[in-house]
């Protein structure tokens, strides 16, 4: 029980009991358990025995025929089309965003659109509303698999 150090009841100067209840020997009790719970529980097993299907030591290497379509669009309005990057590539300029479908379905027959991959690069001044007109021709053109190609930045 603790004490209270003002004046008492009947305005003597005994101390006068306090009935406050003291917690500093009920919060040390819950921390020495605490500390008893985290040492005597196990470690978490991150080791657990799962049916993974068997991975193939030699994977088959990329096909080089299969080359991804990118677009690139430019600010003044035109589009790249090219079917892969570098010496290999071969693709067409499309003057505006209208003529996208008929480049893409010069370069990919129509059986072939669904499962080819698709990026668009765009420049830093095309509006968001250019690169959505250009997702929605894509798309009715019948490609399913697109990405956009963004710059890394510092």
Do not use: C, W
Request: a negative charge.
């Amino acid at each position: 029980m603790a004490v209270s150090l003002g004046h008492g009841a009947s305005g003597n100067k005994l101390p006068a009991q306090n009935a406050d209840m003291n917690v500093t020997p009920f919060i040390d009790i819950l921390l020495v358990l605490l500390i008893i719970f985290m040492v005597a529980l196990p470690p978490p097993t991150v080791n657990n025995n799962i049916n993974m299907p068997p991975q193939s030591q030699n994977p088959p290497p990329p096909d080089p025929n299969n080359k991804p379509l990118f677009l690139s669009l430019s600010s003044d309005g035109s589009v790249v089309v090219s079917l892969g990057m570098g010496e290999g590539a071969t693709g067409s300029t499309a003057p505006n965003i209208d003529g996208v479908p008929a480049a893409v379905a010069a370069l990919i027959p129509a059986t072939d659109r669904p499962t080819k991959e698709t990026y668009i690069r765009a420049d830093f001044d095309v509006p968001y509303n250019g690169v959505m007109q250009l997702l929605n021709k894509l798309r009715d053109a019948g490609l399913k698999k697109i990405g956009l190609v963004g710059e890394a930045t510092s």
